[in-house]
């Protein structure tokens, strides 16, 4: 997975050309928002499904940044890239999603099971993973998956979430901490 | 599995036993199907959707704010006119006619002159919000009631007042002078009015008017740079501040001929000289300004 979220490490052309187009997409140009949801709907989409761990709460997840992105669009700055202004956006989006509800183990077992019905000690831990997941407060939980999952640099996690360097790591320490608690009891 | 850096070591638990987990974690990362083309599609079309219905709805709501807003002010605007109808029948108004020096209203210590041709303004009479605004960014300050002054702010430019050329001009007893609080409102008959604020305060000045203001200090350039559309006429204690508005912004002051023909010298702004009571007349500051050579020009 390619993981370069922050200006800084991205390609030149790329970012004039995301500006470019990123322009146009703040006056509402149809085909502009077109390329804006074009380039970026599967990350977005896995990201939410990481978090969520089912297709239709990342769809809805998914839906309700990108509402929320066109409707900000015009005050983007630009100032980062468009990817991660979507992380961030979507990644509140799915941990409201998680307040919200509390995913039940029996729904991860089906669609882990769906994946690999051929690995039954592979399911049994996906499973035990994410049910400790599910026990973790949305923001430990989150982290990690952007850590561990989304594979993204301390730096980017920094930008996705909007925190400081210190807390982000806290904060992660303090997750995987807890995520040691619940999966550690897990037989 | 190595941890990756930054990955530490809970406190109290086994590093080990820690990168195990991780390593668990990492391992059980979901497969994410890619979502189908169609389902991506119905999705953006969703946003889109829900993009303009909300975008109508804000228009809407906005519409309604406006409707409301507009049915307050002509609500406003009538209950002002009544208030002025009855008020102008109870009240002894100056009566002021172009191109003279009005006489001040009582003891007001306010005059007025108006140049030919244009309308008669009386500085007491409420001034457009725009304009009250104006004038607190650009007036000098307003003495005498120990209220904090309202603050200038010379550098920034205001807002245009009117297209008029008007001079207002107070004379003595800063104590007298109207206070802001009394142009606040509307003034319907000609919207522009400038106003200008006197003042014998020898407390120095934050704003750039000359710290002593004698005679000799009224035309220092500061004046003119930090207050660029007020001219003091008097050379004594008791001061009048002119101010002009010359079709524009009051900060327009390199293009603005502030009366006409008096230079720094102040050779043709005759000197006011102080009465008994140590404040310069009224008829003496309204006489040096009808003195002036290009006054109707101005």
Redesign the interface.
Known sequence: MDTYLTAGTYPATDRAAELEWLHAARSGEQWA??EL?RRH??QI??LC??IL?R?EDA?DA??AA??HA??ELPGFRGDCLARTWLYRIATNEAINALRKRKRSVSDAEIE?SA?APDDAP?VH??IA??AALDELRPDHHVI?VL???EDLS?DEICSVLGLSMPTV?MR???A??E??RR??DEP | MIAKPGMDREPGSSPARTEMLIEILIDSRPDVTPLAPDAAARVFENVLREISASAASRRTRTGVRLALSVAFCVGAAAGMLLLRSVASETSARPHFVSNQIAAPAHNSGLAVCVPKGMSPVYARRPLSSETAHSLTRTTIRILGDGEPEPRSNCGAPPAPIGGMTTFAIFTPLPDRVPRMPQYEGDDPEDGSLLICVVSNDDRGDTRGMSPSLDGNDIYKPNVFELRPSCVMLSPLDSLATLFTIENGPLCSWNSMPILAGADCSGSLVPKLETGNDGFVSRNTVASCVLALPDYNSI
Do not use: I, N
């Open positions: 928002l077109d949801y709907y599967s989409y896995a499904y990481r761990g297709s769809e998914m839906q990108f509402v066109f409707r882990s994946l592979a831990r996906k993973v994410t990690l850590r561990y999952w301390y790591k992660l320490s303090r995987r901490g995520f040691r999966y550690g």
